[in-house]
Nanobody, 115 residues
Framework: QVQLVESGGGLVQPGGSLRLSCTAS????????IDWYRQAPGKQRELVAAITGAGSTNYADSVKGRFTISRDNAKNTVYLQMNSLKPEDTAVYYC?????????WGQGTQVTVSS
């Protein structure tokens, strides 16, 4: 069983920055691939960024160069640093991992980019 808890969302003006955190339970956290997804109202949930246990990263084209995913295995935490935020980044952001064909999701954290 894995529990994921997100934090760090909020309201920010266009061009601003936020850092999201995802803290996970589990003694083998360092082996997990952790993903960040987002879902805007009326849209499907989409993959934003992913980081493997070895630290390899992958990003959606829409966030490349603006978002950075990283991890601190000593703290069982994955971060999503979001810079140059745009109104279209407004969504609920979810942390996700999959183990033995079971998907685990956090509760989500709201990010709103608006002036």
């Amino acid at each position: 069983q894995v529990q994921l808890v997100e934090s760090g969302g909020g309201l920010v003006q266009p061009g601003g920055s936020l850092r999201l955190s995802c803290t996970a339970s589990g003694s083998i956290f360092s082996m997990y691939t952790i993903d960040w997804y987002r879902q805007a109202p009326g849209k499907q949930r989409e993959l934003v960024a992913a980081i493997t246990g070895a630290g390899s990263t992958n990003y959606a084209d829409s966030v490349k160069g603006r978002f950075t995913i990283s991890r601190d295995n000593a703290k069982n935490t994955v971060y999503l640093q979001m810079n140059s935020l745009k109104p279209e980044d407004t969504a609920v952001y979810y942390c996700h991992t999959a183990l033995v064909s079971t998907n685990y999701w956090g509760q989500g954290t709201q990010v709103t980019v608006s002036s």
